[in-house]
C-alpha cells in the first residue's frame, strides 16, 4: 500500500500545503474508485475508451470558445486528438482525414514550416511544424505524406539554426531544447538529416544538463520533464547520448515519480501532472534502450525502470474524467493536451508490462492501446511507414 500522505514538512510552507491537498484529492479518487468496484477494483481498472473518444471526436469539427487562447496553436490541436485516437485504435472515416490534411497544408508557409494557424496571419513556428508533421505521419496516407513541402521545410529548419549549435522556434525567437527535439525529430522522419543541420547541435542540448541530472531549457537553467525528455530524445537520435551523464539523469528521472499517488511531477517540489506521463515516462524506454545497447542493464529480470504500477493507478483512477477525456489531477478539468500525453504515458508503459500476473499489468492489457515509438510519440507502426516512405532503402 501506498502511504496516505507524504511526511509532514519541518517548515509548512505553500508549496508543502498545496502538495498534501493534491495527495487527498488523489486519495478521495482512489477511495470512490474502491467503494465503485470493491474487492475487484484492480480486475475492474481500465481505460473508459468509449468516452474518451467521444471526447476526442467532440474536438474535430468545433471547439469550445475556450480554446479560443489555442488560436495559434491549431495543429497541436489536431495531433493531440488524432494522436489520441491512433493510440485508442479508433477508425477514422477518410473524408475528416482529408479535411485535416487540407488545414494543416493551408497553415504551411510557402517559404518553409507550419504556423500555428492558416497562412497567412501567422509565422511558421517549430512547435506547430512538429505537430503538423506528427499528425500528418498518424494519418499516413499518400496525401498526407505529399502535403509537406520538404524542400522548403529543409530551408526553415536550416534558417532556425543558431551559431551555438541551437535552433529558433521561429524567426528571431528563443533557442532552447525543444527547439532542438522539434527540428531534429522533424528531420529524421522526413529524410531532412544533414551534416549542416546537425553541426553542434549534439554539444548545445549537452551544456543544457544540470547538476540535478535532469535538462533545462538552455545552460543554467533549471531542469525541467519536457525539456529533459526533448534533450534525450534529440540526443537518441544524433546518436550521441554519451555526452549526457546519464545515470544522473536515471536518478533525477526515478525522484520525479511521486512516492503517494505513481504520477510524475516535471520539476523538483513540483505536484503531479498527468502530461509527465509520457515527458517523464517516455525517457525511461530511451534511456532503458541505451543501457541495453552498452550491455549495461542489471541482469535482475526487472523489465521496468520505473513503477509502471503506480503510473497506471495514477492515470486510471486519478487523471480520468468521469465525462471523458483525461485531466492533470483531481479536480481539474479535462482537455486534449493532458488526454493525449496520459494516454502516451500509458502507451509506454503497456510497451514494457510488467511480467505476467503482476498486478501491475491491467487486465485488458494490451488491446487498450497502440504501441508509440518514444522518440516521436507517434505510434510506432506509423513512424515505421514514414521512415520507409521518406527514407527508401
Excluded at 176 to 191: E, I, M, P
Excluded at 302 to 310: A, D, P, Q, Y
Excluded at 349 to 364: D, I, K, R, Y
Amino acid at each position: 500500500m501506498l502511504p496516505r500522505t507524504s511526511p509532514p514538512p519541518r517548515v509548512p510552507t505553500a508549496t508543502s500545503d498545496e502538495q498534501r491537498a493534491t495527495e487527498e484529492a488523489c486519495h478521495t479518487a482512489v477511495d470512490k474508485w474502491l467503494d465503485e468496484h470493491g474487492a475487484l477494483a484492480r480486475d475492474s481498472l481500465s481505460l473508459s475508451r468509449a468516452s474518451h473518444v467521444a471526447f476526442l471526436n467532440s474536438g474535430l469539427r468545433e471547439l469550445p470558445s475556450g480554446y479560443c487562447s489555442l488560436d495559434a496553436s491549431r495543429p497541436w490541436i489536431c495531433y493531440w486528438i488524432i494522436h489520441s485516437l491512433e493510440m485508442l485504435r479508433e477508425p477514422r472515416a477518410d473524408e475528416l482525414e482529408e479535411d485535416v490534411v487540407r488545414f494543416l497544408a493551408s497553415c504551411q508557409d510557402p517559404s518553409g514550416g507550419f504556423c500555428g494557424g492558416p497562412f497567412p496571419g501567422q509565422s511558421p513556428h517549430l512547435a506547430p511544424t512538429y505537430a503538423a508533421v506528427n499528425t500528418l505521419v498518424t494519418i499516413g496516407t499518400e496525401s498526407a505524406y505529399r502535403a509537406i513541402d520538404r524542400e522548403s521545410l529543409r530551408r526553415f529548419l536550416l534558417r532556425m539554426k543558431t551559431a551555438e549549435g541551437g535552433f529558433t522556434m521561429h524567426e528571431d525567437g528563443e533557442a532552447d531544447v525543444r527547439g532542438s527535439y522539434t527540428a531534429l525529430a522533424v528531420a529524421s522522419l522526413c529524410n531532412l538529416w544533414t551534416d549542416e543541420l546537425v553541426e553542434g547541435a549534439a554539444e548545445f542540448v549537452a551544456s543544457c544538463q544540470t547538476y540535478e541530472g535532469g535538462i533545462g531549457a538552455t545552460p543554467g537553467e533549471e531542469a525541467h520533464g519536457g525539456y529533459t525528455f526533448c534533450g534525450l530524445a534529440a540526443m537518441v537520435l544524433l546518436n550521441r547520448v554519451e555526452l549526457l551523464r546519464v545515470p544522473h539523469m536515471m536518478d533525477w528521472l526515478v525522484r520525479r515519480q511521486m512516492a503517494v499517488h505513481g504520477g510524475f511531477q516535471g520539476r523538483t517540489n513540483k505536484l503531479v501532472d498527468s502530461c509527465y506521463s509520457f515527458w517523464q515516462g517516455g525517457a525511461f524506454p530511451l534511456i532503458q534502450s541505451v543501457l541495453e545497447a552498452r550491455g549495461e542493464l542489471p541482469e535482475t529480470g526487472v523489465r521496468s525502470l520505473f513503477s509502471t504500477t503506480g503510473l497506471f493507478d495514477y492515470i486510471l483512477t486519478c487523471s480520468q474524467s468521469p465525462q471523458g477525456g483525461l485531466r492533470d489531477k483531481p479536480g481539474r478539468g479535462r482537455d486534449y493536451y493532458h488526454t493525449c500525453y496520459a494516454l502516451s504515458g500509458y502507451a509506454v508503459c503497456a510497451a514494457e508490462p510488467p511480467s505476467p500476473g503482476s498486478e501491475g499489468v491491467p487486465a485488458h492489457w494490451p488491446a487498450a492501446v497502440d504501441f508509440v515509438n518514444p522518440v516521436y510519440n507517434v505510434s510506432a507502426a506509423k513512424a515505421a511507414k514514414a521512415l520507409e516512405y521518406f527514407c527508401p532503402s
